[in-house]
């Protein structure tokens, strides 16, 4: 078993950065991958980006050049830097990670406006 406890999110005006923090506990050597996704209202939950547990990434398009994914020096721990926000990425973002299944965070809500 794996929890998540999100933490960061929060308003911020366009063009501003924000970092998003999620720890995990439980069976957390097991765990492949960590990763963050979005849900805006009335649309699906998407990708924003991932990590291995050998440091690998992966990130969604539009937030590439803007966004990074790092683990803490703890190996419970992993963040999300966002740079120069976008309204449109107004959502709830999800911490997730992988051991034999998919675990969720509760979410946190990024508010990006002025």
């Known amino acids: 078993q794996v929890q998540l406890v999100e933490s960061g999110g929060g308003l911020v005006q366009p063009g501003g950065s924000l970092r998003l923090s999620c720890a995990a506990s439980g069976s957390i050597f097991s765990i492949t991958v960590m990763g963050w996704y979005r849900q805006a209202p009335g649309k699906q939950r998407e990708l924003v980006a991932t990590?291995?547990?050998?440091?690998?990434?992966n990130c969604a398009e539009s937030a590439k050049g803007r966004f990074t994914i790092a683990r803490g020096n703890a190996e419970n721990t992993v963040y999300l830097q966002m740079n120069s926000r976008k309204p449109e990425e107004t959502a709830v973002y999800y911490c997730?990670?992988?051991?034999?299944?998919?675990?969720w965070g509760q979410g946190t809500q990024v508010t990006v406006s002025s």
């Open positions: 990590i291995s547990s050998g440091g690998n990434t």
């Open positions: 997730d990670a992988v051991f034999l299944k998919t675990y």
